[in-house]
């Protein structure tokens, strides 16, 4: 690498690392360090990427929308999107406090992030009976803000093979899924997938990363009108 290149390089790491350090916000309710919106966008544009929780697509989630339109369910437009949004968040964000999940937000859509720790036993798909109130919330606010696709999403760590993890991750997310369905929300809202262990959001080298990536991913994408 050239010293023009290096120094470019360097510039460009300094930069995003000042960005992330002057941006950051007080999350009101978990008292949290978060990204604001704005500085979030900054750092992507200087070559530091964030876990988006989307995982099916806009192609699948705008199939599922239409349907949805279709069968009756009024979709969202303009600025009515990010207000409806920024309300839902703000309403998990103080139901979800204080209980391990983490609330993020990516444009308009809201990722709840579900350690596995708290939400399975370990190598289990079976749902840990504690953390059903948490669900319970979290079924109470969909049902509430009911102009949204769910694509519930189930991740593992690198151990074993892909074929487990694979399997693991499904059953997972659809074992979430089924719960907030038997709460009484409509199951055309939902898209269930399992990624297995090929979506890592922290490395697989340490049992603190590995836990990490153990995880499901519950995303909230508005119905657009």
Do not use: W
């Amino acid at each position: 690498m050239s010293f023009t290149r290096t120094s470019a390089f360097l510039a460009t790491a300094v930069m995003a690392s000042m960005l992330m350090t002057s941006c950051q916000t007080t999350d009101p309710y978990t008292g949290q360090q978060k990204m604001n919106q704005t500085s979030k966008g900054a750092l992507i544009g200087a070559g530091i990427g964030v876990a988006a929780g989307l995982l099916t697509g806009n192609s699948a989630v705008e199939r599922r929308q239409h349907a949805l339109i279709g069968a009756g369910i009024g979709g969202l437009a303009g600025g009515l999107i990010g207000n409806y949004q920024d309300r839902q968040e703000a309403e998990l964000r103080a139901k979800l406090q204080n209980t391990d999940v983490e609330v993020s937000r990516d444009g308009d859509n809201i990722t709840l992030n579900m350690p596995g720790n708290v939400t399975f036993a370990f190598n289990s798909a079976n749902l840990d009976a504690q953390f059903y109130p948490v669900l319970n919330d979290v079924a109470g606010t969909l049902k509430e803000y009911d102009r949204t696709v769910v694509e519930v999403a189930g991740h593992t760590d690198s151990i074993g093979t892909d074929a487990v993890n694979q399997r693991l991750s499904e059953q997972r997310a659809q074992n979430v899924a089924q719960y907030l369905i038997a709460q009484g929300l409509n199951t055309d809202r939902f898209i269930v997938v399992g990624a297995g262990k090929s979506h890592p959001i922290a490395s697989n080298d340490t049992e603190q990363g590995r836990a990490m990536n153990r995880r499901v991913e519950i995303t909230l994408v508005p119905i657009r009108s």
